[in-house]
């Protein structure tokens, strides 16, 4: 693989860019790489760099491109969209049309509001949950992250992980008071805080994390703080922007059967066009502005170019629920069914955690991950030589033992066969 026009289009970026990229985790950096590859294009389940070389996506941009890249329906609609205009700071019909969609699929939510970004639709729901409970403080889980507004950004997930950190710098201490956390799945701890502590307005919690590598749920613990809420006047936000559209059509809630106060959404609601959403009960989101007094607002929410990316991205997986999501089951299980064998040949353990159609490769010698203590202590060189063997054979996976692998519609029996050829050489090297 040549990898020249990349690495020389990296050395300008960082003169321009802070560490040359837009968002931390696409820098490559964990994985003992200088520089990472430039996207130039990408259809179905392939993507193309700067250099031409041609890959099998892992990474399918974080999780929107459920169909694939470039899926000719919703390129269909966005080049429709794009006809009649970019934004116009008036509401659309389309809109509409989107937030009905989006209520059908998911029965907690009786209202909805769009946002640019999954940062946006987390940030409003926290507020709306303060001023729900005139309550302060809010109850997060270690390594969930929830975008980068501030009171969300202490013991996160994700970019800060993989650069090694987890509180961002430039917080005020009063909002890091606010903001109380938890390791994941502990109910005897939760339980244990709330009993000392009455002004918790929310916990927000990816139902299923999947920014420390996946963390298989708990269905019992879902239930747990979903009856702790009740009982304490606190609002449950589920943090679905991975999970929703994804691990089924009604996200984490429909699996496990637990429904939250409020959900945001992002990523696959945006078809891979900017949006994020949050919606819940009518009692909640009728205190938002200019029903209520809860302020949130937007210049491009509810864009109509990625409105129409979301509402055709919405449609097509409805319409073909009864299938699709098995399928994407039944891939990834084919993949780390695999992935199991290579690692008995080799002799190079590893804990494999999946939910649908996401999947993390641990390398350790733990039989279970289930904390971020757990992923912490899992081998970071042996991800990082698994990462350089797939990129090198045509195969890009998260540049980050932190991260998913995510699979698409659009991958194909072809391409899982040839993944797996390439683990097999890269478990070899490993074991070297
Ligand atoms: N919530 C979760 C669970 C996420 O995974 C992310 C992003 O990865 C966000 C929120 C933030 O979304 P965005 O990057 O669109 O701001």
């Not at 099998?56 to 491109?65: A, L």
């Not at 006809?83 to 509401?91: H, R, T």
């Not at 975008?147 to 950190?165: E, F, I, P, R």
Request: hydrophobic share 35%.
């Amino acid at each position: 693989m040549r990898y020249e026009n990349s690495a020389e289009i990296f050395e300008k970026a960082k003169k321009v860019i802070p560490g040359g990229v837009n968002s931390p985790v696409r820098a490559f950096g964990s994985v003992n790489k200088s520089y990472p590859i430039f996207a130039k294009k990408a259809k179905g389940s392939k993507i193309w760099c700067e250099d031409d070389n041609e890959y099998i996506d892992y990474i399918c941009s974080w999780g929107p491109m459920i169909l694939g890249h470039n899926n000719e329906r919703v390129m269909a609609g966005v080049r429709e969209a794009i006809e009649d205009g970019s934004s116009f700071g008036l509401p659309t019909k389309m809109e509409v049309e989107l937030a009905e969609l989006v209520i059908k699929c998911y029965p907690s939510i009786e209202k909805i509001r769009l946002t640019t970004s999954g940062t946006e639709a987390t940030m409003a729901a926290v507020r709306l949950a303060r001023a729900y409970t005139k309550k302060n403080k809010i109850l997060k889980f270690e390594g969930c992250y929830h975008g980068h507004s501030d009171s969300l950004m202490v013991k996160a997930g994700s970019g800060l992980l993989t650069d090694g950190y987890q509180d961002s710098n430039g917080i005020t201490q009063g909002t890091i008071k606010d903001t109380l956390t938890l390791p994941f799945g502990r109910m005897d701890l939760v339980k244990e805080l709330f009993e000392k502590d009455d002004d918790i307005a929310c916990i927000i919690m990816e139902p299923v994390p999947a920014n420390m590598g996946i963390i298989e749920t708990d269905a019992e613990f879902l239930k747990g703080v979903r009856e702790l809420c009740t009982a304490k006047n606190s609002v449950l936000i589920f943090d679905e922007v991975i999970s929703g559209f994804r691990l089924a059509l009604g996200g984490a809630q429909e699996l496990f059967g637990v429904t939250p106060d409020l959900t945001t959404l992002g990523k696959i609601i945006g078809g891979g066009y900017p949006v994020g959403a949050f919606g819940g009960k009518n009692e909640l989101m009728d205190m938002i502005a200019p029903v209520g007094d809860v302020y949130h607002a937007g210049t491009l929410s509810g864009n109509p170019v990625s409105v129409r990316a979301g509402y055709e991205t919405i449609s097509e997986l409805l319409e073909n629920k009864d299938t699709l999501y098995k399928e994407l089951k039944e891939k990834v299980n084919y993949i780390t069914s695999n992935i199991e064998k290579i690692s008995e040949k080799h002799n190079v353990p590893v804990c494999i955690n999946k939910q649908g159609s996401l999947f993390t490769i641990f390398f350790t010698d733990k039989d279970e991950i289930k904390t971020l203590d757990d992923v912490i202590e899992t081998d970071t060189e042996k991800y990082a030589k698994y990462f350089n063997v797939m990129l090198d054979s045509g195969v890009v996976t998260p540049p980050s033992k932190y991260e998913a692998h995510f699979v698409s519609a659009a991958h194909t029996k072809d391409d899982m066969d040839k993944t797996l050829e390439i683990m097999d050489k890269a478990f070899e090297e490993i074991s070297k």
